[in-house]
């Protein structure tokens, strides 16, 4: 990965503003693991180890990324909460992994709001609904995919990137608005996902920007919506589902860090203001632009407050799908 070079200009400046700050409550030369619950090359991988790099030039330690994929998130959870809570151990999730995987698991593992500690926000992710116009009727617009699956019944198929996962509810959502006959296909990831409605196997799909992004610039696949209450500005002629008349899927992905609970608050609050410094500079929001990503920071408090919103936004969505936690 080429280096960030601007942030250790702004790593050194940070480190005298956070000299006379309560220090993490460990070896002072013992590396600091950031644990992410997806493969290598993912977005979460990418915003992990860009964050990894300004930390380690703030802190003047090391910093590691720890890739723990599988089951959505839910194996790197669960080795935070048996991590010992000594500043030592960070996991970066998206909220999939702190909200749905909790609504829709009998047995998860972890208890988000009694294993985790909020450090702060990071990142928000919103997802787009792609389709591919040669095999959907030559439709570019999501009402007008909408009337194609109507008419072709059974053939409304749209790829998403998990099952139990708010895009799969999503499909559920938007069928129902357009009075539509479309049924969600689970991947794993949505990577997958993409490369299957371009090569149409599946006529449409929910996925993030990074995604869909580069084969829609290439003309393969267009984006007809995006989630989430505004339009981003790297797709500024694509209307969110509300835009369209599309209530229910304005609650967008985010992307955060946590400690595990009974990390020293001195310790969460001194992360905070270097994350959140990170995530404040021109350099961070430049490298994560291209993947549809907008950074966002936040107090650790306000972090347990989107949580604990989206967590009710969620539920509400689980349940008006009739889905049974398994």
């Not at 787009?128 to 409304?156: K, M, T, Y």
């Not at 609050?269 to 270097?274: D, E, F, K, R």
Request: charged content about 15%.
């Amino acid at each position: 990965m080429k280096p960030l070079l601007p942030f250790r200009a702004m790593a050194l400046a940070l480190a005298a503003v956070l000299a006379g700050s309560a220090a993490p409550a460990s070896a002072a030369d013992a590396p600091i693991r950031i644990l992410v619950g997806f493969a290598p090359g993912g977005s979460t991988d990418v915003i992990a180890r860009h964050l990894a790099l300004g930390m380690q030039q703030a802190l003047n330690r090391p910093v590691v990324v720890e890739n723990k994929p599988g089951a959505g998130g839910q194996i790197a959870a669960q080795a935070l909460k048996a991590s010992r809570p000594d500043g030592l151990t960070l996991f970066l999730s998206n909220s999939h992994s702190v909200s749905m995987i909790p609504l829709t698991l009998l047995k998860p593992g972890y208890d988000p709001e009694a294993d985790f500690a909020p450090v702060g926000l990071v990142a928000i992710n919103p997802d787009v609904f792609a389709i591919n116009p040669a095999v959907a009727g030559n439709v570019s617009g999501l009402r007008e995919f909408g009337q194609w699956a109507a008419a072709h019944p059974g053939q409304g198929n749209v790829g998403v990137p998990a099952p139990a996962s708010a895009p799969d509810f999503a499909v559920g959502i938007v069928g129902k608005a357009l009075k539509a006959d479309l049924k969600a296909v689970p991947y794993r990831g949505d990577g997958p996902v993409a490369q299957d409605v371009v090569a149409g196997q599946v006529p449409a799909g929910i996925g993030s920007v990074g995604a869909m992004l580069p084969f829609a610039q290439a003309g393969r696949l267009r984006i007809a919506a995006v989630n989430g209450t505004q339009r981003l500005a790297i797709l500024p002629e694509v209307p969110t589902y509300a835009e369209l008349g599309i209530k229910g899927y304005e609650e967008v992905i985010f992307t955060a860090m946590f400690a595990p609970a009974g990390t020293p608050e001195a310790t969460i609050q001194h992360y905070n203001a270097i994350i959140s410094r990170l995530v404040k500079a021109p350099e961070f929001a430049e490298k994560i632009s291209a993947l549809g990503i907008i950074p966002a920071a936040s107090t650790p408090a306000e972090l347990a407050a989107r949580v604990r919103n989206t967590n009710r936004i969620w539920a509400g969505m689980v349940k008006d799908a009739g889905y049974q936690p398994q």
